[in-house]
């Protein structure tokens, strides 16, 4: 039986729609993240380029995308081997995941990416539906 899972996906939660079937299964992963602060400006200091220097913006992107890489990783785990995966979502998010996938080398035969506002639970499951009963 193939199983098709369709994941909408944003850096704040992930909604995991798997089909097998007639059977549907709806998972929601929350990220725990917290906003990505962005700074204005900043001073250096005399050693600005030596090896020890990180300013406070470098540690906090730093930290941000190991936060966002265990994410996906938890994301990738609870997909594993699927037939046809569709991937939608606001934001990078959704590229920001088929890239890590794809470097992951997962057992994906078929990965389709589209743009998407936000959505209810119960909407993301039709348009997972619908997509593939074509």
Do not use: C
């Not at 037939?83 to 979502?89: Q, T, W």
Request: aromatic residues 8%; positive net charge; without cysteine.
């Amino acid at each position: 039986m193939e199983k098709h899972i369709g994941l909408w996906i944003d850096h704040k939660k992930a909604v995991i729609v798997t089909l097998k079937g007639k059977s549907e299964e709806l998972q929601t992963i929350e990220s725990n993240m917290e906003k990505h602060v962005r700074y204005k400006g900043g001073s250096r200091g005399k050693t600005a380029y030596s090896p020890q220097f990180l300013s406070a913006e470098t540690q906090e992107d730093r930290r941000y995308r190991e936060h966002l890489n265990k994410y996906y990783q938890q994301v990738i785990s609870i997909i594993g081997d699927v037939d046809s995966l569709l991937v939608f979502g606001a934001g990078e998010a959704k590229h920001e995941f088929e890239k890590r996938l794809a470097h992951k080398g997962n057992q994906v035969k078929h990965i389709h990416v589209e743009a998407a506002d936000k959505m209810t639970e119960r909407q993301i499951a039709a348009r997972v539906r619908k997509y593939f009963e074509k």
